[in-house]
């Protein structure tokens, strides 16, 4: 039977189940049967997607607008309009919530739901279906309610068994963030809103008993409020078994005993904890009004890593206002000391209505025009510094936070009067890798495994058989493919068949369970 109402996005990739359509999902009320659920991500053909969506006859289409899939959005609307200028298209999500005047998909959509979209896109659809008694709205832009969040229907149920077998659980204790960091949305928010605990942990146990054993959390303060977060860690800790995976993103300097105590019972493999570290320099922390002691920072960081068995990832971001790259190469040096597990480096991006637009002329910020919006010049970091950070950030990914070289990376970044400087030493590797390959992607295992060889003995002048050894130790353990690298050949007496579990490296894992 046609669907009245259509609920649409693009995920990035399959594993990620979009939590926002099944909020408004759960909210439709005498809606529910004609409305569906439908996602995609961003590989699948945009002219086949839109075809799949008027099969389902819809009066109404509402499409979720994020970051990762606006330009893939954009093209779906206009063809979606083209096809079928008669349905209604809503359009919602943080990319279409902010500055919204001179975007192309919102002139060709009918209507937009800034903001909070959990109650106010049912009403919408009512409005437009004739259910309301009340006159279409003559605005396209309409701001969402925010209601208390006990007036919103939780959407859990909403996972299907699909989901819960194949894909992340997002989850959510809490809603907005107290704190003010500039480059993030969240800055926007007054406070943090918890949701009601003991409504949620038996929403969690219902997951549960239907099979559910990964569970990401995007509460951005998750220990916020630690009589909540403990009671929250002891739900998983009563209920572990092999195969439980919980993630949660931390405040870095929060980090009382009581919930050491409790992170301290996970075994290994169960429990990741998100850092949000950005930037280690006072002077720019206090020009994105962000609160954090550093001291208290790295102490927790080292903590955790040698009284726990969490899987600690940390984030760092370049190109913020007013860093240079002393100063990023100190706080990398400062954040790599702590041995966490890995480190995310990213560039900063301009998320439409995050503050941080507000130092765009005052430190000479230049963003690129499209999404993602990656700032692409700073007065203290120009195009070029900014374009060889890309590089860092990326090979960083691909070599050190692939976790297929960590003999090799540790070697390359060990502390020595000749390399006093982690970051410098890996900056040297990625300007010569570049300069060697022009390639930043397509880099197979056996590539990679040569070209560090060659940089460490030739370039760095260490021991051969030192080098050769590690990366045959960090080869055998985790890539060992139908083809020896060049450097290998006569010491790799017989190539390993992959183990599928074995190689998945630790990155994809984190981002096929957390995006």
Same mark, same amino acid.
């Given at each position: 039977?046609?669907?009245?109402?259509?609920?649409?996005?693009?995920?990035?990739?399959?594993?990620?189940?979009?939590?926002?359509?099944?909020?408004?999902?759960?909210?439709?009320?005498?809606?529910?049967?004609?409305?569906?659920?439908?996602?995609?991500?961003?590989?699948?053909?945009?002219?086949?997607?839109?075809?799949?969506?008027?099969?389902?006859?819809?009066?109404?289409?509402?499409?979720?607008?994020?970051?990762?899939?606006?330009?893939?959005?954009?093209?779906?609307?206009?063809?979606?309009?083209?096809?079928?200028?008669?349905?209604?298209?809503?359009?919602?999500?943080?990319?279409?919530?902010?500055?919204?005047?001179?975007?192309?998909?919102?002139?060709?959509?009918?209507?937009?739901?800034?903001?909070?979209?959990?109650?106010?896109?049912?009403?919408?659809?009512?409005?437009?279906?004739?259910?309301?008694?009340?006159?279409?709205?003559?605005?396209?832009?309409?701001?969402?309610?925010?209601?208390?969040?006990?007036?919103?229907?939780?959407?859990?149920?909403?996972?299907?068994?699909?989901?819960?077998?194949?894909?992340?659980?997002?989850?959510?204790?809490?809603?907005?963030?107290? =704190? %003010?960091?500039?480059?993030?949305?969240?800055? #926007?928010?007054?406070? $943090?809103? /918890?949701?009601? *605990?003991?409504?949620? !942990?038996?929403?969690?146990?219902?997951?549960?008993?239907?099979?559910?054993?990964? =569970? %990401?959390?995007?509460?951005?303060?998750?220990? #916020?409020?630690?009589? $909540?977060? /403990?009671?929250? *860690?002891?739900?998983? !800790?009563?209920?572990?078994?092999?195969?439980?995976?919980?993630?949660?993103?931390?405040?870095?300097?929060?980090?009382?005993?009581?919930?050491?105590?409790?992170?301290?019972?996970?075994?290994?493999?169960?429990?990741? !904890?998100?850092?949000?570290?950005?930037?280690?320099?006072?002077?720019?922390?206090?020009?994105?009004?962000?609160?954090?002691?550093?001291?208290?920072?790295?102490?927790?960081?080292?903590?955790?890593?040698?009284?726990?068995?969490?899987?600690?990832?940390?984030?760092?971001?370049?190109?913020?206002?007013?860093?240079?790259?002393?100063?990023?190469?100190?706080?990398?040096?400062?954040?790599?000391?702590?041995?966490?597990?890995?480190?995310?480096?990213?560039?900063?991006?301009?998320?439409?209505?995050?503050?941080?637009?507000?130092?765009?002329?005052?430190?000479?910020?230049?963003?690129?025009?499209?999404?993602?919006?990656?700032?692409?010049?700073?007065?203290?970091?120009?195009?070029?510094?900014?374009?060889?950070?890309?590089?860092?950030?990326?090979?960083?990914?691909?070599?050190?936070?692939?976790?297929?070289?960590?003999?090799?990376?540790?070697?390359?970044?060990?502390?020595?009067?000749?390399?006093?400087?982690?970051?410098?030493?890996?900056?040297?590797?990625?300007?010569?890798?570049?300069?060697?390959?022009?390639?930043?992607?397509?880099?197979?295992?056996?590539?990679?495994?040569?070209?560090?060889?060659?940089?460490?003995?030739?370039?760095?002048?260490?021991?051969?058989?030192?080098?050769?050894?590690?990366?045959?130790?960090?080869?055998?353990?985790?890539?060992?493919?139908?083809?020896?690298?060049?450097?290998?050949?006569?010491?790799?007496?017989?190539?390993?068949?992959?183990?599928?579990?074995?190689?998945?490296?630790?990155?994809?894992?984190?981002?096929?369970?957390?995006?």
């Amino acid at each position: 039977m046609p669907s009245s109402i259509v609920l649409a996005t693009l995920n990035a990739r399959y594993i990620h189940a979009a939590l926002g359509l099944r909020y408004l999902m759960a909210n439709m009320g005498d809606l529910a049967p004609v409305t569906v659920l439908r996602e995609f991500t961003l590989q699948s053909k945009i002219h086949e997607v839109a075809d799949t969506l008027l099969a389902e006859s819809p009066r109404i289409i509402g499409l979720g607008v994020y970051i990762w899939n606006a330009p893939q959005t954009l093209e779906l609307v206009r063809l979606l309009k083209d096809k079928s200028p008669e349905t209604r298209i809503i359009l919602g999500g943080p990319e279409v919530s902010y500055e919204y005047d001179q975007q192309e998909i919102v002139r060709l959509a009918d209507y937009v739901i800034t903001g909070w979209g959990d109650i106010s896109f049912a009403k919408l659809c009512r409005n437009l279906l004739g259910l309301s008694g009340q006159p279409k709205p003559l605005m396209k832009i309409m701001v969402g309610e925010q209601p208390p969040l006990d007036e919103i229907a939780l959407p859990y149920a909403q996972y299907s068994d699909t989901d819960l077998a194949q894909r992340v659980l997002y989850v959510e204790a809490s809603r907005g963030c107290p =704190f %003010k960091c500039e480059f993030c949305l969240s800055s #926007l928010d007054k406070t $943090a809103w /918890a949701f009601d *605990l003991e409504l949620l !942990l038996s929403e969690l146990q219902i997951l549960y008993e239907r099979g559910a054993r990964t =569970f %990401k959390f995007v509460d951005r303060t998750f220990n #916020l409020k630690i009589e $909540a977060s /403990a009671r929250i *860690l002891q739900f998983f !800790l009563d209920r572990m078994s092999s195969d439980l995976f919980v993630h949660f993103e931390v405040i870095p300097d929060h980090l009382p005993d009581k919930l050491k105590n409790l992170i301290s019972q996970f075994p290994a493999g169960a429990l990741q !904890l998100e850092v949000g570290v950005q930037s280690l320099n006072p002077t720019v922390q206090q020009i994105i009004s962000r609160r954090q002691n550093n001291e208290k920072t790295l102490e927790n960081l080292r903590w955790l890593v040698n009284e726990s068995k969490a899987h600690l990832h940390a984030d760092l971001i370049f190109g913020l206002p007013d860093e240079n790259l002393e100063s990023i190469a100190e706080g990398f040096d400062k954040l790599y000391a702590t041995q966490v597990h890995e480190i995310q480096l990213g560039i900063l991006k301009r998320l439409r209505g995050a503050p941080i637009a507000r130092h765009t002329a005052p430190y000479g910020m230049v963003y690129d025009d499209q999404p993602p919006y990656t700032v692409r010049q700073t007065h203290a970091l120009d195009a070029d510094t900014l374009q060889r950070l890309t590089r860092v950030a990326r090979y960083w990914d691909v070599i050190a936070n692939s976790g297929r070289f960590p003999r090799t990376v540790a070697i390359m970044l060990q502390v020595t009067p000749e390399n006093p400087s982690p970051f410098r030493a890996w900056l040297g590797f990625c300007d010569w890798f570049w300069h060697t390959t022009h390639k930043t992607h397509g880099l197979s295992p056996e590539c990679l495994v040569d070209s560090l060889f060659d940089y460490l003995t030739i370039q760095r002048k260490m021991a051969v058989e030192t080098v050769r050894q590690n990366l045959l130790e960090d080869y055998t353990a985790t890539s060992a493919r139908a083809a020896i690298p060049n450097c290998l050949r006569g010491v790799l007496k017989q190539v390993q068949a992959p183990n599928p579990r074995k190689s998945k490296t630790s990155l994809t894992q984190r981002q096929e369970r957390h995006g």
